[in-house]
């Protein structure tokens, strides 16, 4: 098991940026694929955003496409998430997780339950 804690999250305007941390301990983290889910109030978790064991894969949500980048630090066992020209229907609780096995795809994985372990969640608000 891998424990995940997301920081980095805060009230910020329209147009602006945030970046996220998400720090791992645990078992091996360079060997799993990385994930960012948000789910906003009286909606379900979502997936954001998606990134391969050895970081030379992403895949994006269609929401958010050409505004965040996710990024990983094997070394600091770190995965981030750049969020720039946040819009309000960005708000939401932002997740960070971890594949639930060591499958090193080539592709990331998008789907809730391929994620096994799960951090607390940092909240993100973006004022209009």
């Known amino acids: 098991q891998v424990q995940l804690v997301e920081s980095g999250g805060g009230l910020v305007q329209a147009g602006g940026s945030l970046r996220l941390s998400c720090a791992a301990s645990g078992r091996a983290f360079s060997s799993y694929g990385m994930g960012w889910f948000r789910q906003a109030p009286g909606k379900e978790r979502e997936f954001v955003a998606a990134?391969?064991?050895?970081?030379?894969?992403?895949r994006y949500a269609d929401s958010v496409k050409g505004r965040f980048t996710i990024s990983r630090d094997n070394a600091k066992n770190t995965v981030y998430l750049q969020m720039n020209s946040l819009k309000p229907e960005d708000t939401a609780l932002y997740y960070c997780?971890?594949?639930?096995?060591?499958?090193?795809?080539?592709?990331?994985?998008?789907?809730?339950?391929?994620?096994?372990?799960w951090g607390p969640g940092t909240q993100v608000t973006v004022s209009s």
């Open positions: 990134i391969t064991w050895s970081g030379a894969n992403t």
């Open positions: 997780a971890a594949e639930r096995f060591s499958l090193r795809r080539s592709i990331p994985a998008a789907a809730l339950l391929d994620f096994g372990s």
